[in-house]
């Protein structure tokens, strides 16, 4: 796993001067944001915001 969230952070950081890389990897980025290690941040209850 940690060789795949390097690879991701390197694909990050090239996509700005290589966009092509970030489409070439979008399905590490997909997975990387749906499995991401650390807390589970909570969610808030929906409504009005009051």
């Given at each position: ?33 749906a ?12 409504g009005?915001?009051?």
């Amino acid at each position: 796993m940690g060789g795949m969230l390097d690879t991701a952070r390197r694909v990050r950081e090239f996509a700005n001067a290589y966009p092509e890389i970030a489409e070439e990897a979008k399905f590490l980025l997909d997975f990387m944001k749906a499995f991401r290690p650390g807390p589970k941040k909570e969610k808030r209850p929906a409504g009005g915001g009051k």
